[in-house]
């Protein structure tokens, strides 16, 4: 899933060079696109921290670039797939439901998982296989209670139950992550000066 493209118009400085400087443009074009796409994954993967408590690893290593070319002056910054799975929602906002999740359900296309009282790992997160483990546990009862609600529910001693993870049908998302916005303004601050920069790079190693 592509997440956004960063594509400028250097046309108005390009006008009135020389012969030299006009056919070191498309070279100069590409390196500045890139450089622009890669400054932008940046700024992304920084924002990242105060977007989400404690992001794991693997979302902090989402954003990627594929560079342009000279003959393709077209640089786009992405999300890799399996982080766009899940980072597509908390961009544009919407309902997760378990047909859109591969994971953290009690089985595709029965309900999502959402932690309460279970233990979690530093990101915030169920650790793999503790949903399993609990559900091991004499004191642990996995089903549905007499309100309606399913879960995981530890069994108190005073006859309740401590709500572990929770079974929901949908999750409900406001956009949040604010990837075009901040790629959109990295391309409008910095699109000048990294052509300006590339263009003087390509003249001074340039063959006259």
Same mark, same amino acid.
């Given at each position: 899933m592509k997440f956004g493209e960063v594509k400028a118009d250097f046309g108005p400085l390009t006008r009135g060079l020389s012969d030299l400087a006009q056919?070191?443009?498309? &070279? +100069?074009?590409?390196?500045a696109l890139t450089s622009m796409a890669q400054t932008a994954a940046v700024a992304?993967?920084?924002?990242?921290? %105060?977007?989400?408590?404690r992001p794991t690893p693997f979302t902090m290593n989402a954003f990627s670039v594929q560079p342009a070319r000279k003959g393709k002056p077209i640089a786009r910054? &992405? +999300?890799?797939p399996r982080q766009?799975?899940?980072?597509?929602?908390?961009?544009?906002g919407g309902t997760r439901t378990?047909?859109? %999740?591969?994971?953290?359900?009690?089985?595709?296309?029965?309900?999502?998982?959402?932690?309460r009282a279970i233990r979690r790992n530093a990101f915030g997160n169920i650790p793999r296989g503790a949903l399993a483990a609990a559900k091991k546990r004499?004191?642990?009862y996995v089903g549905r209670t007499e309100t309606g609600a399913g879960g995981f529910f530890r069994r108190l001693a005073d006859g309740g139950l401590q709500p572990l993870a929770v079974f929901v049908r949908a999750a409900k998302y406001k956009p949040r992550l604010g990837f075009q916005a901040r790629t959109a303004k990295v391309v409008k601050a910095t699109a000048l000066p990294a052509f300006?920069?590339?263009l003087a790079k390509a003249l001074a190693t340039a063959r006259r």
């Open positions: 056919r070191q443009v498309p &070279f +100069a074009t590409a390196r992304n993967r920084r924002a990242l921290p %105060s977007v989400f408590d910054v &992405f +999300a890799k766009a799975e899940y980072l597509q929602m908390q961009e544009t378990p047909e859109l %999740s591969k994971q953290g359900g009690t089985g595709k296309g029965q309900a999502l998982v959402i932690p004499k004191d642990v300006r920069e590339q």
